[in-house]
């Protein structure tokens, strides 16, 4: 049984990873490290299920400490989710996201570079590496010079280019991500989609007027399903190029207020939109829309789950939650 270790596993996508493991009856031996034991109150499965020993509680930027954990493991696969992924907290914090973020990263593959193993490494980047683009980029392909807009950003491009470093300069064999804006169950409300179905659930508990509010409305991203997002990952881990990079993204775009007036009408749902000028931020890209022909040319995935399917799904887990109290939302 091959040995997968997952860094950031507690959050989001570890947990809708790890549920798809089980799933699936993968033959992987799952571990994971992470700064927060996992809660993971969107599964599907029994808690129960899962090994907790092979859990690691650490902080990665214990260069001693997350050394000997990966010794200790000799993994055959290393996903690595772990990331301060808040483009409006590096905003606040430039210098903390950096570090942590570019940190991280270059610990567990300098460690993998000192044994004499052939650990496949899966990098997870952002479509926010590409930028401030214009309307005949679109959409983005892998090729598309990165020309990132905020320091969350530029930490992702640094990690990518450690990545190709450690690749050509040292034979690692590491492949990348590009994720764009992924959503569903689970995810926090710090994400714009995850925020609006949050509001549509406090609307239909009466916890909230009939108002949405949003940042700006005419911001376009590309979203796509978690669990696509999570499938793309487990054949990159598999059938990924070394040193390539992977867009994952549905290849379509949709506008803030447009996310809002599709499900008001799937739920049949009338509200007011109101933009709060105070969660715009200091540079924004308007449009960012991903080309995923790659990909499809080298694993064959192509999304499956329909937007309109990850709205609902979110819309019943925060229905079933405590939808009280919001944060300001992310776009990312």
């Known amino acids: 049984m091959k040995r997968l270790l ?3 596993i507690s959050g989001f996508v570890g947990g809708h990873f790890v549920q798809s493991i ?5 033959e992987y031996e799952v571990f994971g490290i992470s700064r927060s034991k996992p809660s993971w109150d969107f599964l599907t499965i029994n808690p129960k299920l899962l090994n907790y020993h092979n859990f690691y509680l650490a902080d990665l930027n214990d260069i001693p400490k997350i050394k000997s954990i990966i010794e200790e493991i000799n993994p055959d696969y290393i996903l690595h ?4 992924s808040s483009v409006a907290e590096s905003w606040k914090t430039p210098v903390n996201s950096f570090m942590n973020n570019t940190n ?3 610990n567990i593959i ?3 570079r000192t044994m004499e193993n052939s650990t496949r490494i899966l990098s997870v980047g952002s479509s926010e590496q590409y930028g401030i683009v214009s309307e005949i980029d679109l959409p983005l392909s892998e090729d598309r010079t990165l020309n990132p807009a905020n320091p969350y950003a530029i930490a992702r491009v640094a990690q990518e280019q450690l990545a190709r470093i450690y690749a050509t300069g040292y034979g690692l064999d590491i492949c990348c991500t590009r994720s764009f804006n992924h959503c569903g169950p689970g995810q926090t409300d710090r994400f714009v989609v995850s925020a609006i179905m949050k509001q549509f659930a406090k609307i239909a ?13 005419d911001i376009v991203r590309d979203f796509i399903d978690v669990h696509d997002v999570v499938r793309a990952y487990k054949l990159l881990l598999m059938q990924g190029k070394r040193g390539e990079i992977y867009n994952i993204c549905s290849g379509e775009g949709r506008s803030i207020i447009d996310v809002v007036m599709l499900f008001s009408g ?3 749902m009338k509200v007011e939109v109101h933009q709060e000028q105070s969660e715009f931020r ?4 308007p449009r960012i829309i991903g080309n995923n022909q790659k990909i499809q040319k080298d694993t064959g995935w192509k999304p499956r789950v329909p937007f309109e399917e990850s709205l609902w799904s979110m819309y019943e887990y925060w229905f079933k939650q405590n939808v009280a109290g919001t944060d300001n939302p992310e776009y990312t």
């Open 81 to 84: 989710l772990a990331a301060q």
């Open 266 to 268: 799937m739920y049949h």
């Open 104 to 106: 991280i990263f270059l």
């Open 110 to 112: 300098d460690t993998v």
């Open 205 to 217: 508990h009466r916890l909230q007027e009939p108002i949405i509010q949003i940042g700006r409305g």
């Open 6 to 8: 997952i860094t950031g």
């Open 282 to 285: 200091p540079m924004d890209n």
């Open 22 to 26: 089980i799933r699936d009856n993968d």
